[in-house]
């Protein structure tokens, strides 16, 4: 009597199989690959790096009175550049997208999407991830985004404002200069300087949102000023001003005015004197360092040899340099 053979595999490859099945159980709609039809996938509504130009204006023209019509044209020119390299290798960099209702939501690729749609083309690549968390999306978008030369303060303004909702929302916790520092990785300085943009007021935004104000070192400026009155003239005048207004000096050279220099700032270096007393050379320096704008210097002003005449006398001089740097004359008084 014959006996039937069994097909039968190794241990060692079912659990192989098994946990190749589990991974892919685990992982499935996180990230793979595809080709879609153009037509499943749609523009973020959310996506603070909005192009002006629709879909709908691609295929039927752009309105020659309509006040954004000088800017959509350079984005269709834009556009129509991108869609010629499209034709000729294709999309290299395949649209990541994740699944929103009825269709496919783009989480980065937006001018790839417009240019293929612009070629003809029914379907293009897509990486399709889980839909991911309102931070983890604002962030993708800020990294997508920020890399652009083009991205207006405007657009950058809505990115961090929306990143920095979701931080919170995501977090259960405030959104700081020193975290936002971290997840741009950018320096101290251009850290404080976004925090200021996201600490403006309306006047400010709405110069930002009408493109007249494009500098954020100039917001910075502009946020941390204490006279109120010289503010909002200055906002005045770059609403009124047909130039682009770049730096509270450029302000000035603009409106036909000299900052106005004590004469005590006039004539070079000017020698602080001597201080013998120890004690009162720390609470100068610490007075110096509680002012708002000079807070994150301190941790490099830690490890002072109070001890050492030299190693006092260079803290101050390497503080009075920052000073110096960093802040107008404006700003320091």
């Keep these: 009597m014959s006996t039937k053979k069994r097909f039968s595999i190794s241990p060692d490859l079912a659990n192989g199989i098994r946990s190749t099945i589990q991974s892919a159980a685990s992982n499935q709609g996180q990230l793979h690959y595809d080709m879609m039809a153009i037509d499943m996938i749609e523009p973020d509504p959310e996506n603070p790096r909005k192009l002006s130009i629709s879909r709908e204006e691609l295929f039927n023209g752009l309105n020659q009175a309509d006040a954004q019509y000088q800017v959509k044209i350079k984005e269709l020119d834009a556009l129509n550049e991108l869609a ?23 989480v980065s690729g937006e001018r790839r999407y417009l240019a293929a749609l612009l070629t003809g083309q029914k379907a293009v690549p897509v990486r399709i991830n889980q839909k991911p968390e309102e931070f983890n999306l604002r962030y993708t978008q800020w990294v997508e985004n920020v890399n652009r030369q083009d991205l207006s303060l405007w657009e950058k303004f809505n990115n961090l404002l929306a990143m920095a909702d979701a ?34 007021d309306e006047k400010i935004i709405q110069l930002i949102e009408s493109g007249k104000l494009n500098n954020l070192k100039l917001v910075q400026e502009l946020v941390t000023m204490k006279d109120k009155g010289a503010r909002n003239q200055i906002i005045s005048w770059i609403q009124s001003s047909k130039e ?13 005015k000299k900052p106005i220099v004590p004469k005590s700032q006039t004539s070079g270096a000017v020698n602080l004197g001597k201080i013998s007393n120890v004690s009162v050379a720390k609470q100068l320096l610490e007075i110096l360092l509680s002012d708002s704008r000079l807070v994150k210097y301190r941790h490099g002003f830690k490890n002072i040899d109070w001890a050492s005449s030299k190693s006092v006398k260079k803290a101050f001089k390497d503080l009075f340099k920052t000073i110096e740097k960093e802040f107008s004359v404006e700003e320091c008084v």
Excluded: M, W
């Excluded at 682009?244 to 036909?256: D, F, M, Q, W």
């Design 244 to 256: 682009e207004i770049t730096s509270l000096t450029h302000y000035r050279e603009v409106a036909g």
């Design 84 to 106: 010629e390299s499209i034709k000729r290798v294709g999309i290299r960099n395949a649209i990541e997208v994740y699944k929103e209702g009825p269709k496919y939501r783009i």
């Design 167 to 200: 931080y919170q929302k995501t977090h259960q916790d405030d959104f700081n200069e020193r975290i936002l520092q971290n997840l741009l990785g950018v320096s101290t300085i251009q850290a404080y300087r976004y925090f200021c943009l996201l600490k403006a």
